[in-house]
């Protein structure tokens, strides 16, 4: 049984995307949108990690093994500059949230496996705000990707 | 004569329910002219706000001298309101005009003549093209021109250069009206009618002072109000107005919480079952969705976060639920505040739960607040692509293509459009070096001025402003080019309910002042746009050709103007858009059949995500589409960014005043508006005014996280904790902070942040304190 491992790298992988979130609105508060919507997406993060702290209560906190199967590195400790920091930090933030997409995915592959309503419940609600996140950053980047790359010096 | 200044409505006209508003003609003339002195009237409507009054401009020896309501236009059956009658041929008339274009010179700037001016620009928009491309180049217009000069610019950002850095200041006040349509209905297109207000039972009023930005509206308003079988008034507004003086239910909300009324409305809808389920089935997709999001906004709930009566909540949505006919007007209340789009979205659902579209009283007005907004929105002077066509169709960018006869890869279809917050971002980063700024005045009228004017006097930014007058903006520029003003040009232009109408030249422009359009076509012929086959690009001589260029591009799209021509909008009314062979007088509403413009091929935007902004995309939107139906559109509400602390103790909101347009440049310069209304001031409830210490007129210090403001206190008709300025007054006529003035303009102390789908800014809600003014009376 090795769900509850995906349960502690699922609760750790939203708790580095909210940090990273917030990292990088902090060090882009000159974009406001960016700014004010990683806050959003941070408390997002936070909101799921609330959901699912009773089932990580009830399957046990397994945290054997978590370090080698870490699939992320420790997210964004803080923001670049230049031209180009805005770009490279959301799409920083595009791998965190991928990564955490599918873990998602393959967590609700396994609750409907044990037929875990309770879980189930938790993934349903959840996984498609890092769908949502991911649209967003695509939509944001595809906004600053032409200036930043032909024109900005 | 009644004082128009002093009796802003003019006299009562009464009328009952499915009667004709009947008529009454408005008119001023100069002092001692009499009607019988005029040499000439001459066709045209009001630009003074956005509700596009047919007028007459009476011209003598060669001068406009006064101005008369049209009687027999469908807007405002001959009246006139206070702006349109002392602000619009004496706001153009005065000595102040610029004659002659102005160049930069050592830091100052100076006189010259046109082939110099733009010779200038032509030479630095060439260099920066070579050198940088079209990235380089950013167009910020504005609300104030007309449908062929915006065209003129559409074609020349996206066809002639191709930069998708082309905004409007209807950014800054219609862009959520826009944004709200395309969500529930697929494309921009108002469905009301003003003929609304004739038929309806009730009407809704959502952050929209109508009373002080239409007044000639709110006369029709009054006017039912005063006749029999009254209809009853809801209205939503922090301030103690006159039309929240005049409703049935007043819901005084605190700034910034729209969005939480708005779902205990809809919710109350769900639960007494005053929705229409046959319609809902027949015309809509994902009613679901909409009541899983409002269930938790009881009553209650909306009076805790709201600041309002529980039951007053209740009473609105029964006079929504239970009259036979509801008109629901919006503007800036809710446009300017948080969840803007999601708000107006709101009342979109509202009438869509049931089915009061498209039936005469029974209508949606998103209101604009300039008189040409609609058409920016049409014409691709903003970031939309002309015609309502989508950006994200490719289909729709070849048929433009055809249309222009040029390569589709020249337009700019592979990024969304760039908003105004976002152009202003580029230039204050310098990737934008070439900046050219018509008929608007963003060193007043966008938030926090100070960094505002910081990104105007960049080295590197090449500042072209176009105006009537030397405005703060203007002030800036390295080229300032005199144009020609209401009254001195030909074209047309659109209100709020689709009403097109032709305003002709009455009288020649001062001095060398040229009309936008000819400053367009002529920087066309100086940069040599070509198109495929090398003919030019814009090879129109006079307006009309614009405008017949404009109805091929119109056919078969919302907004088809095919059915239009100058000679039909000489004489009688102004005439609602589509009007096509189909239509030839017009429409007078729209989705009276509940088909909506929501098919995949025929949509003007596949729609986004209300909370982040994220577009749906092609693939997902032909996923759930089902042609012809409207979308529910729906977000929870959560508290604004910047909320009252410690600190900054009050809510600041800004707004306008009856007697100024804009920022002040042609209201400013006649006298009886400018003695209403002379100086600035800061509304604070009797409370709030005691627990400060302070009377009416005593200076205060207003202070936010982003600047200060010197005002005098005027108490009352705000509610606690709320503090309300007009951000109509800059430093043209006084001096500024940068020459060690008093900061006056309201949007020092407003914030950069802007709706997530609209990308409107958020004007309506920030954090401030106050405190008394110490000492002596400043100089």
């Given at each position: 049984m090795k769900l509850p491992v995906y349960l502690g790298l699922l609760d750790e992988a939203e708790d580095t995307l909210a940090k990273s979130f917030r990292v990088v609105a902090h060090g882009h508060g000159e974009e406001p949108d960016v700014h004010f919507l990683l806050e959003t997406l941070a408390r997002q993060c936070d909101s799921h990690r609330q959901a699912l702290r009773p089932v990580i209560e009830r399957y046990g906190e397994e945290t054997e093994g978590e370090e080698e199967h870490r699939l992320t590195a420790n997210g964004i400790q803080e923001v670049r500059s230049g031209p180009l920091a805005l770009l490279l930090d959301l799409q920083d933030l595009y791998v965190l949230v991928s990564h955490l997409d599918v873990t998602w995915m393959m967590v609700g592959q396994a609750a409907k496996g044990s037929r875990d309503g309770q879980l189930l419940d938790v993934v349903t609600r959840c996984e498609g705000d890092a769908d949502l996140q991911l649209r967003w950053l695509r939509t944001r980047m595809k906004q600053a990707a032409p200036q930043a790359l032909l024109v900005a010096e | 004569m009644v004082d128009r200044i002093a009796d802003i409505w003019g006299a009562r006209t009464p009328y009952a329910r499915g009667g004709q508003w009947p008529g009454r003609v408005d008119m001023a003339l100069q002092a001692g002219v009499d009607a019988g002195d005029v040499d000439e009237w001459v066709q045209s409507a009001c630009v003074l706000c956005s509700n596009g009054c047919g007028c007459e401009i009476a011209v003598k020896d060669g001068r406009m001298v006064g101005i008369r309501g049209r009687?027999?236009?469908?807007?405002?059956?001959g009246r006139l309101g206070p702006k349109g009658l002392f602000g619009s041929w004496q706001g153009v008339q005065h000595q102040d005009r610029l004659t002659r274009p102005l160049i930069r010179e050592n830091g100052r700037l100076v006189e010259t003549d046109w082939d110099t001016a733009m010779g200038r620009i032509v030479a630095r928009s060439k260099e920066l093209l070579a050198s940088k491309g079209p990235l380089s180049h950013g167009f910020y217009t504005s609300g104030q021109l007309f449908l062929e000069e915006y065209y003129a610019l559409g074609i020349i950002g996206k066809a002639g250069i191709g930069t998708p850095h082309m905004d409007g200041n209807t950014r800054l006040c219609t862009a959520t009206a826009a944004a709200s349509l395309k969500e529930s209905f697929g494309a921009d297109g108002q469905p009301g009618s003003y003929t609304d207000i004739d038929e309806c039972d009730a009407v809704f009023l959502y952050g929209h002072n109508m009373a002080e930005t239409q007044t000639v509206l709110w006369s029709r308003i009054l006017d039912r109000l005063s006749g029999p079988n009254t209809p009853r008034l809801v209205c939503v507004d922090p301030r103690d107005t006159e039309v929240a003086r005049a409703a049935d239910v007043h819901l005084p909300l605190r700034p910034g919480t729209n969005l939480a009324l708005m779902n205990g409305l809809i919710r109350e809808l769900f639960v007494n079952g005053w929705i229409d389920r046959e319609y809902i089935d027949a015309h809509t997709l994902n009613s679901g969705q909409l009541r899983s999001v409002v269930d938790r906004w009881t009553p209650e709930l909306v009076a805790e976060v709201c600041g309002v009566a529980a039951s007053d909540v209740r009473r609105a949505a029964a006079i929504f639920g239970t009259s036979e006919r509801v008109l629901s007007t919006v503007l800036q209340g809710f446009y300017q505040s948080a969840h803007a789009t999601a708000s107006a979205c709101q009342v979109n659902n509202l009438h869509l739960l049931r089915g009061q579209?498209?039936?005469?009283?029974c209508g949606i007005l998103q209101m604009n607040g300039q008189p040409t907004a609609q058409n920016n929105r049409e014409c691709g002077a903003d970031g939309d692509l002309p015609g309502f066509r989508n950006w994200e169709n490719p289909e729709h960018v070849k048929e433009l293509a055809r249309i222009w006869n040029v390569d589709p890869a020249v337009i700019p279809d592979w990024s969304p459009p760039t908003h105004a917050m976002q152009i202003f971002r580029y230039a204050e980063q310098g990737s934008i070096g070439f900046l050219w700024i018509s008929a608007t005045n963003p060193a007043v009228s966008m938030p926090q001025l100070s960094r505002i004017r910081d990104i105007l006097r960049k080295e590197s930014l090449f500042l072209v402003v176009q105006d009537i007058y030397l405005s703060e903006t203007a002030q800036y520029a390295d080229v300032v080019l005199p144009c020609a003003g209401w009254g001195e040009k030909t074209g047309t232009f659109t209100n709020v309910d689709r009403t097109v109408h032709l305003s002709e030249k009455a009288v020649e422009p001062p001095g060398e002042a040229r009309s936008d359009l000819d400053i367009f076509l002529d920087y066309a012929r100086r940069m040599d746009f070509r198109d495929k086959d090398g003919g030019p690009l814009l090879d129109w001589n006079a307006p009309e050709d614009g405008f017949e260029a404009w109805k091929r591009c119109t056919r078969g799209r919302p907004c088809d103007y095919t059915g239009l021509s100058y000679e039909k909008l000489r004489g009688g009314s102004g005439l609602q858009w589509p009007c096509n062979d189909e239509h030839p007088y017009g429409t007078e509403r729209l989705y009276s059949d509940g088909d909506f413009p929501t098919d995949a091929a025929y949509c003007e935007s596949f729609g986004h995500d209300l909370l982040t902004g994220a577009t749906v995309g092609s693939i997902r939107y032909k996923a759930s589409v089902e042609s012809g139906k409207a979308w529910f559109k729906a977000l929870d509400y959560t508290p604004p960014h910047e909320e009252p602390d410690k600190e900054y103790p009050f809510r600041y909101t800004t707004g306008r005043t009856v007697y100024h347009f804009h920022t002040r440049t042609k209201t400013g310069r006649t006298k009886p508006l400018n003695d209403a209304a002379p100086e600035p001031w800061l509304e604070v409830s009797a409370e709030d005014a005691e627990k400060l210490g302070v009377s009416e007129g005593d200076k205060v210090r207003v202070a936010s996280r982003r600047g200060r403001l010197e005002l005098p206190v005027r108490v009352g008709n705000i509610r606690p904790g709320s503090v309300f300025a007009p951000f109509h007054y800059g430093y043209w006529d006084v001096a500024g902070p940068d020459d060690g003035g008093r900061p006056r303009a309201a949007n020092e102390l407003t914030l950069t942040e802007w709706d997530p789908v609209s990308k409107q800014p958020v004007f309506k809600n920030a954090a401030v304190s106050i405190e008394k003014s110490p000492g002596k009376e400043p100089e």
């Open positions: - | 009687a027999s236009d469908r807007v405002n059956h579209l498209g039936r005469p009283g």
